[in-house]
């Protein structure tokens, strides 16, 4: 290539060219500016559903359910005789709750972008008219429920199926919370019967009521494909939080009582238990802190300040080390004290005690780590503290080696004020059978921060016990839902993760979440001044971002779908992120995505900007790039990989990973080496079976342009099908871009990062296409948004106002010649607004688009 001036003149093969092309007409045609052009508004309304080339309704089955229910079968989700793939949105809080006229024209507007599926998520949570609910928390409003019924009636008109939640953020009424509980009683209403009861009595009055506008009750509803038990929430996960440690009566007494069942019936008398339990126990060994004050290293980090001292405290006489922050850090660790020097063994329990109270309550944290990079936490412990000295006790096993740890008393920078240690200790051992006092039918239940004074056989038993009580409360809901109250609807329980991928496999269908760059709140949650979201682009990432965690938690024989999903705004790359979903969907030969969310707003529709992290439905460019998106996934542009790799657990190897690795385990926790790049080139699935841990190793296919490549060194991805082809990621001005049938030539942006798509909307493939719609985003932001940062982290609450404003893209894209086509640039409702012009030559069109047409997209087609 060479520059002339400020314009860039890429060369093109030979096959392109003609005498014609080759003199001035190709100078006019492949001038690509090398300046990044200005933000210009664009905002697609909110009622639209007009005809356009950016129409997806035609690929909606109405009404929805015609072919009956949405059924499970061969590990996927079928509609009647045929596979279905779900693209769904989200709606919380009020947004669930349209009036009749805004119903009608979202469900149209819905379905113009292909979303053929709604999960109703937070109807729960807040009172009408943001909620299903009146203030007893018991009874429906009228209202709601009305405008409910009407929205899915409209809903199914349009082709768009229901996925309706159950409990998500009610706070079951009659109860207290104690300190440290955790939000909406999670994991205690997976145990506790009178929860399970207000759980039950909820879902018969919503399944079981008829809507008027349908003439079908909700289990009789095959517009309903789904219905999902408990959100986010499990037993095994809270108990490994440590929120269940200090519940008090009559939580306690419940789960304690539960818990002696179990051992009754797995030993029968105590000689038993005590006989089981005996192997193993150990005394505490010596202490292994120095005492001398040096042996602390007290660390400040970013802005962060607080100081550090010695003192004998008045009351107590013992030492006291004291710590005063006079300025918080914009993360907790920014203040904290560690003494290294430590070896741990591996299989060795260790056990921490230490005296702690601040003059202000806050939550410290207690961990130990490595001293060095990766900085790996072998365990941690969290404590709340107040103005009164309280003990700290835990115990962990360690299940690494490591001869250069450290304990580390962090999460100090939180707030000013002043903070008191005393009595610190790290010492080996400390595991016992039984306590005095403690005897089959009496044993307490086993908190998390003690449980590594247990024998192993002990530990064992106690993770067995929240295994099957767990799985218990999951698979007991099923029936209720399915034989008592006679729904028809596939039954998901909640997303892995939060509970145990054994514990949901025995649900109908498996479901996961994930975020990219999900708002972090350094210091109160959900303050909306203070919090970032780290502004990076996920294309290209080397550890593949989100995809391989949600690759690695699907299970062979079951549906898999994940029901939230998205790139939090305002992260400047949030477009890449349903192109990105989609084309790994596809090829790991998912069922089923959901963006968090639609809306979360109650009838405020039209708000010309972005509203906040989450919400799509004015966001442009994650709206625009949906069509393009949808193909590779929902018409299956992008298909299954031929190869698979499926790592086989026997039950015993599944249930111990449950104990060592937490709720969160997945199929790289079984001593599997399976990089995460491996979920770009091949199906990635997880079962039960006789064999033990087993995989296959993946293939890489065949040298040449593949259909999806994940290129780490380019920081982007590609996309090259029969009827799809694209960049998302990083782009340089002039360089091309070789996508087989597709070439494109970015020019200048102002992040040098684009998304570029061309699909074929009508045709077979891009060599008899009739119809093509050209894609392309960049950053997207709101009128007057200002960045609190040089890194644009956060904006706090300077979101900016109405329009939305969008970097206009230039490219060039070459792609083989339709007959007699034009070109155009199209408008917010996806209309032809603008003729552009098309250079023939050698069976090849070239398209130049353009920054000055103001437009993300752009039609090809035969007049």
């Given at each position: 290539m060479f520059d002339v001036g400020c314009w860039m003149f890429p060369k093109f093969p030979m096959r392109l060219r003609s005498p014609l092309l080759a003199i001035i007409p190709a100078l006019l045609f492949a001038l690509i500016p090398l300046r990044a052009a200005d933000l210009f508004p664009f905002v697609?309304?909110?009622?639209?559903?007009?005809?356009?080339?950016?129409?997806?309704?035609?690929?909606?089955?109405?009404?929805?359910?015609?072919?009956?229910?949405?059924?499970?079968?061969?590990?996927?989700?079928?509609?009647?005789?045929?596979?279905?793939?779900?693209?769904?949105?989200?709606?919380?809080?009020?947004?669930?709750?349209?009036?009749?006229v805004d119903a009608e024209k979202v469900a149209a507007r819905m379905a113009k972008f292909g979303i053929n599926c709604v999960r109703f998520h937070h109807m729960d949570t807040s009172t009408a008219p943001a909620g299903l609910l009146e203030n007893d928390k018991k009874t429906f409003n009228a209202e709601s429920l009305d405008r409910l019924d009407y929205f899915i009636a409209q809903l199914k008109k349009n082709g768009i199926y229901a996925d309706l939640n159950l409990h998500v953020g009610l706070e079951y009424p009659g109860f207290q919370?104690?300190?440290?509980?955790?939000?909406?009683?999670?994991?205690?209403?997976?145990f506790f019967p009178p929860m399970i009861d207000q759980q039950r009595e909820y879902a018969r009055k919503l399944l079981t009521h008829v809507n008027p506008y349908t003439g079908q009750a909700y289990t009789d509803e095959s517009a309903v494909a789904l219905i999902e038990i408990n959100n986010e929430n499990g037993l095994i996960m809270e108990w490994n939080n440590g929120t269940l440690d200090a519940m008090p009566d009559p939580f306690d007494k419940e789960f304690q009582r539960q818990w002696n069942e179990w051992l009754i019936r797995k030993y029968g008398d105590q000689t038993k238990l005590a006989a089981a339990w005996e192997t193993g126990s150990e005394p505490l060994g010596g202490e292994m802190l120095k005492s001398a004050h040096a042996a602390w290293n007290f660390e400040q980090h970013g802005e962060a300040k607080a100081t550090q001292e010695f003192a004998t405290d008045s009351g107590t006489g013992c030492e006291v080390m004291r710590v005063h922050i006079t300025q918080p850090g914009t993360e907790g660790w920014h203040v904290q004290a560690a003494?290294?020097?430590?070896?741990?063994?591996?299989?060795?329990?260790?056990?921490?005690?230490?005296?702690?109270?601040?003059?202000?309550?806050?939550?410290?944290?207690?961990?130990?780590?490595?001293?060095?990079?990766?900085?790996?936490?072998?365990?941690?412990?969290?404590?709340?503290?107040?103005?009164?000295?309280?003990?700290?006790?835990?115990?962990?096993?360690?299940?690494?080696?490591?001869?250069?740890?450290?304990?580390?008393?962090?999460?100090l920078a939180t707030a000013i004020g002043d903070v008191w240690f005393s009595a610190v200790s790290l010492r080996p051992g400390g595991i016992i059978a039984l306590r005095d006092g403690e005897k089959l039918g009496a044993t307490p239940f086993f908190r998390k921060k003690e449980i590594g004074t247990r024998t192993l056989t002990a530990q064992r038993d106690w993770n067995e016990f929240l295994v099957d009580t767990e799985t218990n409360y999951w698979t007991g809901m099923q029936r209720f839902i399915c034989d008592d109250l006679h729904a028809h609807s596939l039954v998901v329980g909640t997303a892995t993760g939060f509970s145990p991928w054994i514990v949901q496999s025995k649900l109908d269908v498996v479901d996961a979440h994930s975020y990219w760059q999900h708002p972090h709140f350094p210091h109160k949650p959900w303050d909306p001044n203070d919090w970032t979201v780290k502004n990076i682009s996920m294309a290209g990432a080397p550890d593949g971002g989100t995809l391989p965690t949600l690759a690695f938690r699907r299970v062979a024989g079951k549906p898999f779908i994940v029901t939230e999903y998205n790139s939090s705004a305002p992260n400047s790359y949030s477009s890449e992120a349903f192109l990105e979903l989609c084309a790994v969907a596809g090829l790991q030969d998912w069922d089923g995505l959901f963006v968090f969310a639609y809306s979360?707003?109650?009838?405020?529709?039209?708000?010309?900007?972005?509203?906040?992290?989450?919400d799509i439905d004015q966001h442009p460019t994650k709206m625009a790039t949906s069509p393009a998106a949808l193909a590779l996934f929902m018409r299956g542009d992008i298909r299954p990989s031929d190869d698979g790799a499926t790592v086989v657990?026997?039950?015993?190897?599944?249930?111990?990973?449950?104990?060592?690795?937490?709720?969160?385990?997945?199929?790289?926790?079984y001593q599997v080496s399976m990089p995460p790049e491996s979920i770009f080139l091949q199906g990635i699935a997880m079962q039960i079976g006789p064999m033990g841990a087993f995989h296959t190793f993946f293939k890489a296919p065949p040298s040449g342009i593949k259909q999806l490549q994940w290129d780490t060194t380019a920081h982007r991805m590609l996309i090259s099908a029969s009827r799809s082809a694209g960049v998302i990621g990083s782009v340089k001005a002039g360089e091309k871009i070789d996508l087989?049938?597709?070439?494109?030539?970015?020019?200048?942006?102002?992040?040098?990062?684009?998304?570029?798509?061309?699909?074929?909307?009508?045709?077979?493939?891009?060599?008899?296409?009739?119809?093509?719609l050209i894609t392309a985003t960049g950053t997207a932001e709101n009128t007057g948004m200002k960045w609190k940062d040089a890194e644009h982290n956060s904006v706090g609450s300077n979101w900016g106002t109405a329009p939305s404003?969008?970097?206009?893209?230039?490219?060039?894209?070459?792609?083989?010649?339709?007959?007699?086509?034009?070109?155009?640039?199209?408008?917010?409702?996806?209309?032809?607004?603008?003729?552009?012009?098309?250079?023939?030559?050698?069976?090849?069109?070239e398209i130049d688009i353009s920054s000055d047409q103001k437009t993300p997209w752009w039609e090809i087609a035969t007049p």
């Open positions: 697609l309304p909110w009622d639209d559903s007009t005809p356009s080339v950016t129409n997806l309704s035609a690929w909606l089955d109405k009404p929805a359910g015609a072919a009956g229910f949405v059924l499970a079968r061969d590990g996927h989700l079928f509609e009647g005789d045929k596979r279905f793939r779900i693209f769904g949105v989200n709606l919380a809080f009020g947004a669930n709750f349209p009036n009749h919370k104690w300190e440290g509980a955790s939000n909406f009683f999670k994991g205690v209403d997976n003494q290294a020097g430590i070896a741990f063994a591996a299989g060795r329990t260790y056990s921490v005690t230490l005296l702690a109270k601040s003059d202000t309550p806050r939550k410290i944290t207690i961990n130990l780590s490595q001293s060095h990079e990766p900085w790996k936490v072998f365990a941690s412990q969290d404590a709340n503290l107040t103005s009164e000295w309280q003990e700290i006790h835990f115990s962990a096993p360690i299940s690494d080696s490591e001869g250069k740890a450290r304990l580390t008393i962090s999460n979360h707003r109650t009838d405020d529709w039209d708000t010309k900007h972005i509203t906040s992290f989450f657990v026997t039950p015993k190897d599944a249930l111990e990973s449950v104990r060592t690795k937490g709720s969160w385990v997945d199929a790289r926790g087989g049938p597709v070439q494109i030539v970015p020019g200048a942006t102002q992040m040098n990062w684009a998304t570029i798509n061309a699909t074929v909307m009508e045709g077979d493939n891009f060599e008899h296409a009739h119809k093509i404003v969008v970097e206009g893209i230039n490219a060039k894209i070459t792609l083989p010649a339709i007959k007699d086509a034009k070109a155009w640039a199209l408008d917010e409702r996806g209309q032809r607004k603008a003729e552009i012009p098309l250079s023939f030559a050698n069976g090849r069109m």
